[in-house]
């Protein structure tokens, strides 16, 4: 009994090819995912997380968790891996959260501005911060055109491309989560229509990998190991993102703590934020590592059998189909196997 050469399988694939408008020669070529060196500065990754009830060993509260990597890296490729990208803009009634993706100068001069004009300033409703937060950004814009009036004539590519500057920006008020972003190029706070946001040259692969684990904790009810997995994993694939991971929180003043206020007829505080201490976060990232380095033997082993399945799934539909086209009949159970003579 004869079987399809090779050539009956190419030719059957090249038809296959032409029915769908292409040609064999035509293949789409796969490169690791790294995105490519930019132009202009390199950037980096910003995330947010909006949690509805965190879960911690005692607690159940509500939290948005932001989280950035710490590279910077300047002209000529030099590293620095201790910037401090995120940071506290205090208010005399209440705390946010902020974290910067971009030019890191811009980004610090923007975040003191934020500092210098909420100090000593209530927060009246949300639009105060958005307010105070499009104003930082802009003056920042306006200096570096009054510097490069006479040399820049396009601007979309001075901001967009070569000074990139994003700021990431939580903060609670009357018990509602806002996560908020602004860019350098726009001066426009925009809200977050997720439960999620990132920002920066690694924010596709962050959204993503956020999606992923949305599915499994739908409430992200465990925010901070979320947060420093996605950025640890996005710091390790994308170009111009570096660990060690930063992580800060921000959350609505606690009932009990609101009671005491009360009691005192002192205001208090719309929301608190904090930076989590490096220690903290270095035991997540590790106890991650380790359940995946435990896991990745099993998931490996599954995969193969999986694309091993997959395949033979498709081989079996192919030599069907080369069957039918050059009308060969497959061998039956009966029939004995032939082996070489």
Not at 90 to 95: C, K, L, M, R, V
């Amino acid at each position: 009994m004869s079987f399809p050469n090779a050539d009956s399988l190419n030719a059957l694939e090249s038809k296959e090819l032409s029915d769908q408008g292409q040609n064999s020669l035509e293949r789409r070529s796969f490169v690791p995912y790294r995105f490519s060196k930019s132009r202009g500065p390199k950037v980096t990754i910003a995330i947010g997380i909006i949690s509805e009830n965190q879960v911690g060993a005692d607690f159940v509260r509500p939290t948005i968790m932001l989280a950035c990597d710490s590279q910077t890296t300047y002209p000529g490729g030099a590293k620095r891996l201790d910037a401090q990208k995120l940071a506290v803009v205090s208010f005399t009634n209440g705390d946010i959260l902020v974290a910067q993706s971009g030019f890191t100068e811009l980004g610090d001069k923007a975040i003191e501005n934020m500092q210098r004009m909420a100090a000593g300033k209530s927060i009246e409703s949300y639009e105060t911060i958005t307010k105070i937060a499009q104003e930082s950004v802009r003056d920042v814009r306006d200096h570096q055109i009054s510097l490069n009036r006479q040399i820049v004539t396009d601007w979309d590519a001075f901001f967009w491309e070569k000074h990139q500057l994003s700021l990431l920006i939580a903060f609670y008020f009357e018990k509602k989560p806002y996560l908020y972003t602004i860019n350098i190029h726009r001066c426009v706070a925009v809200p977050s229509r997720d439960k999620f946001e990132a920002i920066g040259t690694g924010q596709y692969l962050a959204i993503f990998l956020l999606g992923e684990y949305q599915a499994i904790d739908p409430a992200f009810e465990y925010p901070f190991p979320i947060a420093v997995a996605v950025t640890g994993k996005t710091a390790d694939n994308v170009d111009g993102c570096g660990k060690p991971v930063q992580v800060g929180h921000v959350y609505p003043m606690p009932a009990h703590l609101e009671e005491s206020y009360k009691i005192t007829k002192q205001p208090f505080p719309q929301s608190l934020a904090a930076i989590i201490t490096k220690s903290y976060v270095e035991v997540v990232g590790k106890e991650l590592e380790a359940a995946e380095r435990k896991t990745a033997k099993s998931q490996k082993s599954k995969l193969l059998a999986t694309l091993k399945r997959s395949s033979n799934k498709y081989f079996s539909k192919v030599m069907k189909r080369v069957n039918n086209e050059f009308g060969i009949k497959p061998p039956t159970s009966s029939e004995p196997s032939s082996s070489p003579s």
